[in-house]
């Protein structure tokens, strides 16, 4: 790709802490290599729409410590449509783009994949809280989401403390465990419960009456959104312990904040990374954190499916919470 080419860049999905540190690094990145730089408002949506602007240095001032993305996000469904696909994939090459970014989750590389087979140069950079696409080790928006529940469940350590209560904590992550599974590694909880691994609730009361005869007084059992409607779980567990559990269900405040250094430094790496490969020449692939390193891999990896869920950290959270 030379200099005279133009390249687009936008968020999509859930907006993830991080993102505008990702976007400000393709942006940059972007300039100093004299490339034309565009941002898309709104996702795919905007896309489809034309909303579509110059970036320039100072577009993206500023940012780089703010969570959420001034690019703004959205959820399409007409991206899932032909019809929205050609309206997308025509508004950029109208303008003389033919590189796009996609910042965010697996549904929005199957948006970028469309675009590939509709002529378009397209790279995915992971940006969602959830941790959970195929090919990559970490996402932008994991780190900072798992320190918000770290942070809220320490607060309500204290008011559990207190009132000798336990409390059940729902924390987002669609079908995937690994904001539970984190942050109740990193709070001690004495109970995290994951999609990936069938529970039984009997035990886990067994387990809480036995911390209870130790002279425990207070709990806390970390959900993840995809185990289970947690009000079911909260009533089965005081039918076998007899506890009384009160829930919180962190919600949206998982998606906000400032990013943390280190999803801050992943999205830089990651963002300048995505315009490196375009630079080389190359589409239709994926930024991927592999081992400590920042890495380009087909995005079709993305699309295949998980592999085995590996049970080491929720095996020594187990062994922790005895
Ligand atoms: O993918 C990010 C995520 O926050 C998931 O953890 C959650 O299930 C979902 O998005 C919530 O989506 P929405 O903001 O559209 O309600």
């Not at 940012?63 to 019809?83: D, N, P, W, Y």
């Not at 567990?237 to 400032?258: M, N, P, W």
């Amino acid at each position: 790709m030379n200099s005279n080419k133009k390249i687009a860049v936008l968020s999509s999905g859930g907006d993830a802490p991080g993102m505008n540190a990702a976007i400000r690094a393709v942006v940059r990145k972007g300039i100093y290599h004299n490339i034309e730089m565009y941002g898309v408002l709104h996702g795919f949506e905007g896309l489809i729409r034309g909303d579509i602007q110059e970036m320039k240095i100072g577009s993206v001032a500023d940012i780089v410590h703010r969570g959420g993305t001034i690019l703004k996000t959205a959820r399409s469904e007409e991206m899932f449509t032909l019809e929205g696909q050609k309206k997308a994939a025509n508004q950029l090459l109208e303008k003389g783009i033919d590189a796009l970014i996609v910042i965010g989750g697996d549904g929005s590389y199957r948006g970028a994949q469309k675009l590939a087979e509709l002529g378009i140069k397209v790279v995915g950079v992971p940006g969602t809280i959830d941790n959970d696409i195929v090919g990559t080790d970490q996402t932008i928006g994991f780190d900072t989401a798992v320190n918000t529940v770290v942070d809220a469940v320490s607060k309500l350590r204290d008011t559990a403390t207190s009132h000798e209560r336990a409390f059940i904590v729902e924390v987002m992550g669609r079908h995937c465990g690994d904001i539970a599974l984190r942050s109740g590694l990193a709070i001690g909880a004495e109970s995290i419960l994951i999609p990936e691994i069938s529970f039984n609730l009997e035990e886990i009361s067994e387990k809480l009456l036995r911390g209870y005869r130790r002279g425990k007084r207070h709990s806390i059992i970390i959900v993840a959104e995809g185990s289970g409607a947690v009000a079911d779980i909260s009533a089965k567990l005081k039918d076998y312990s007899g506890f009384e559990c009160r829930v919180t269900i962190l919600g949206h405040i998982q998606r906000g904040g400032a990013p943390t250094a280190s999803d801050s430094v992943l999205g830089a790496t990651m963002g300048g990374k995505a315009v490196e490969v375009l630079l080389e020449g190359k589409s239709e692939v994926m930024i991927s954190h592999i081992n400590n390193d920042i890495i380009d891999r087909p995005l079709s990896l993305a699309f295949t499916p998980k592999p085995p869920f590996n049970p080491k950290l929720y095996n020594l959270a187990n062994e922790l919470a005895i």
